[in-house]
Each structure stands twice: as structure tokens, then as C-alpha cells.
């Protein structure tokens, strides 16, 4: 019987939205860090003893992974994405309400100051409706269509609408830990298309409106807006199908997780966030 890796890269070759190889010449390696980035770090042995834990538990999700350890996967891996892209147009209705009030929209270095180091102005936004568990019931309400198609993904961890203004360029760099896949639906999509792009180890894409594109953000990754038009995705991060025991640890990590300083940064800038642009006080409970 075929295996995983040998299916995806038979299917990747006709995938819509793929680049040419000989355009690609970056290495596809997972790497622990990104050289000019600062490390999701905090001061403290807790935090040093479970950052222990992380490196360890990716070098065991690359070894016991139930769909390989491609930069780029093909969708048919996942059953449910035709479900999310099917309904599209229900999202994108919900974004174009959020986007009236574009302009009151969080930059993403506004939640989480460790992305200060990828972004420093407002050429980037966020709406999330949960971020690393952590759910935003006030946008939630707002988007409650988004929400009920965002409960077919198995293991759903991250979801938000990821905005990129004209001329937005996002700097190479990795997620915080392999244990997640990132999911992107391409909701508005400005021309020319070869105007922007997204970048993951070796493999260059073009989003899609309508179309999923699921990666592996612990590869290092970029993307660039270079039109005159505002790109939105559907940003989602979902648990990474994995054989035991890594299925375990990874299930632990990411439930711990919002117990971590960082997480907290975040679910307190939020609520911060969340009282300016609702009003009345609020409150980020766990998915």
C-alpha cells in the first residue's frame, strides 16, 4: 500500500496554487529557533522546564506523525477541509461585517508581544475567535456561522481572520511548536495573485479564494501582500494527528499551555482589547 508522504507529493503536483520547484531555494528543515527572531521565552524554571518539554516532545511529533512532515499538505489528508471550503461564503459573509470596523481591529502585536519582532505597524490584523484554546466569546457572537463551520476540525486550537494591508510584508520565521497544523482559507484574495504569496521551507503558494491550504508552521514561513488590496485568510491552528505516545503528550502541552505566561499575555491583552471594542467587561474562557 502507498504511503502518506509518497500520495502527497503524487497529489501536490497538480494542486492549484503551487509555484514551480525551480522557483523555490529555500531548505525544507524544521529548525528550534529562527535566527533574528526573539524565542517565545519567559523568565522562570517553570517556564525553562516546560520549554524542556516542548523540544522534546517535537522531535517526537516529527517521528510519530500519522500524515508525515511535508512543509505543505495536500487537503485530501484531512477529510474535513472540503466541508470548511464548501462553505466559504458563509465566513466571508461574517468578515464583511467584522471589516466595517476594520480600523478598530487589533494589530497582532497588540495581543502578543512576541510579534513584535514579525510586525511593529498595522499592516497586520487579527479578529480571533480563539486563540491557543482561549476563546473570545464576544467575536464568537459576532461570527456565529464561522464558528459552528470552525467545529468540524478536529483538535481546533487557533482561529481568527488574518488580514494583510497593501504592501504587508510578514518576515521569515517558525511557529512556537510542531504539535499544530496551520490551516488558511482564502477569503478575499486581491489581483494581480503574483503580487503575493506565502512561503513555507522550500514550497511557494498562492492563496486562493475559497480554497484551504493546510502547512506545517514549524518550517520556517513569510508571506507578502504586494497588491493594492487587503488579503484575508481564515487562520486556524489544529492538533497535529499523531501516533501514541505522541498523541498524548501533545494533547497534555496543549492543554497546559494556557497556563504558560505567554498564554496569559495574550487572554489579558485580549480582554483588554475585547472591553474598547464591545464595551462592558468580559472574560476568555477555554475552548
Known amino acids: 500500500m502507498e504511503d502518506v508522504s509518497a500520495a502527497q507529493e503524487r497529489a501536490r503536483r497538480d494542486r492549484p496554487g503551487r509555484l514551480p520547484r525551480q522557483m523555490n531555494t529555500h531548505k525544507s528543515t524544521q529548525s528550534w529557533k ?4 526573539t524565542a517565545m521565552e519567559r523568565p ?3 517556564a525553562r522546564f516546560f520549554m524542556a518539554i516542548v ?3 517535537e ?3 516529527l517521528r510519530l506523525s500519522k500524515v508525515g512532515s511535508p512543509c505543505v499538505y495536500e487537503t485530501a489528508a484531512f477529510p474535513w477541509a472540503v466541508d470548511v471550503e464548501r462553505e466559504w461564503r458563509v465566513i466571508r459573509g461574517e468578515l464583511d461585517r467584522v471589516l466595517i470596523r476594520k480600523a478598530e481591529l487589533p494589530n497582532v502585536q497588540d495581543l502578543t508581544a512576541d510579534a513584535a519582532t514579525l510586525s511593529r505597524d498595522a499592516g497586520w490584523k487579527i479578529f480571533p475567535l480563539v486563540a491557543y484554546g482561549l476563546r473570545s466569546q464576544p467575536n464568537i457572537d459576532l461570527c456565529p456561522e464561522t464558528w459552528r463551520i470552525l467545529q468540524a476540525i478536529p483538535g481546533l486550537t487557533t482561529a481568527m481572520f488574518s488580514i494583510l494591508e497593501p504592501g504587508k510584508r510578514i518576515p521569515p520565521h517558525r511557529g512556537p511548536y510542531n504539535g499544530v497544523l496551520r490551516l488558511h482559507l ?3 484574495v486581491p489581483e494581480p495573485r503574483e503580487r503575493l504569496a506565502l512561503r513555507v521551507g522550500s514550497e511557494l503558494r498562492r492563496w486562493q479564494e475559497g480554497q484551504a491550504l493546510i502547512f506545517d508552521d514549524a518550517y520556517e514561513h513569510e508571506a507578502w501582500n504586494e497588491t493594492a488590496g487587503l488579503r484575508v485568510v481564515l487562520f486556524v491552528d489544529f492538533e497535529k ?5 505522541a498523541s498524548v503528550l501533545n494533547r497534555l502541552l496543549l492543554g497546559l499551555a494556557v497556563f504558560t505566561p505567554f498564554v496569559r499575555e495574550v487572554g489579558d491583552s485580549l480582554r483588554r482589547w475585547e472591553q474598547r471594542f464591545h464595551g462592558g467587561p468580559t472574560h476568555c474562557p477555554r475552548a
Open 34 to 37: 529562527t535566527e533574528s527572531i
Open 44 to 46: 522562570g524554571a517553570a
Open 55 to 57: 523540544a522534546f516532545a
Open 59 to 61: 522531535r517526537l511529533n
Open 186 to 188: 482564502g477569503l478575499i
Open 241 to 245: 494527528p499523531l501516533r501514541f505516545p
